[in-house]
């Protein structure tokens, strides 16, 4: 980057290093920290006029993080937006800092907007099933509505991430009563593997054309290749549109079902953050917030007083 010291721009490249190695950061998270950082670097070059060194960064202010906030929401970057830049300016900062020494008291707090979280949109329980059920109708080789089914399957009766189900290779066969997946930011999980979410995979382990190996990926695209996520967010389009479901019913509204109807049922909250393998519980909490929308909806329509 223009206007950015060797020492700065070699840090930069550290602490990237850092997060996909140490943090096991996603190849996309690596690209939207390193994005959101260059804009950073590049608005506080133009803000003072100065090449920016590791010297520079130790003396920014509260008011050179608010002025670049300001300047990102006058260019139209969205509050939460803004947030996750402001995240990873911070992450940056804070690691720059404690190799540097020196102290970043005023640039880490600085505040984030406030915005309003989007609710997930989980689709009923009998949609979820006939989702399910429509996907196993529509393909005309057997083995690729086996495929389909079984992948939507582990969606909702494991609470799996498409890219999860997806990385599941030989050696994770024969499947057992549980399944352990490597989630977000390479932490592991064990979550439990229902009799029906088994009996699927089965069934399509059992008309798939192509070899079992180890290192092969279980779900196989149509030239045996790795099965593209693309093509079962397909399957879910053709399949709503049947079923007259909305847009917002897709692979991770599979996932939000998972944990809403297990909520709704009693199921309890540190149990269903494990079996999400969110970090923090606030991430799980928000589900508490679909279960009350959709009462609070139910209440609305049927109070014979509304």
Partial sequence: MIGMSDGL????????????????????????????????LAFMHQHHGESLGVARIARLSTGDMRAWMAHERGRGLSARSLARALSSVKSFIRWLSDREGFDATAPLSARPPRFQRKLPRPLAEDAAVAMIEQVDLQAQDPWVAARDTAVLT????????????????GADLPLGDSLTIMGKGRKERMVPLLPVARQSVETYLGLCPFPMAQDMPIFRGKRGGALNGRLIAKAMERARMALGLPATATPHAMRHSFATHLLSHGGDL?????????????????????????????????????
């Fill in 9 to 40: 721009r070699d840090a930069m490249q550290r602490w990237l290093l850092h997060l996909r190695g140490l943090e096991g950061a996603s190849e996309q998270t690596i690209i939207a920290y390193g994005a959101d950082l260059r804009g950073f």
């Fill in 154 to 169: 582990l969606l909702y009766g494991c609470g799996l991430r498409i890219s999860e189900a997806l990385s599941l290779t």
């Fill in 270 to 306: 540190r149990a269903i953050q494990e079996l999400l393998g969110h970090a923090s519980l606030a991430t799980t909490q928000v589900y508490t917030a679909v279960d009350q929308a959709r009462l609070m909806e139910v209440y609305r329509a049927a109070h014979p007083r509304r």
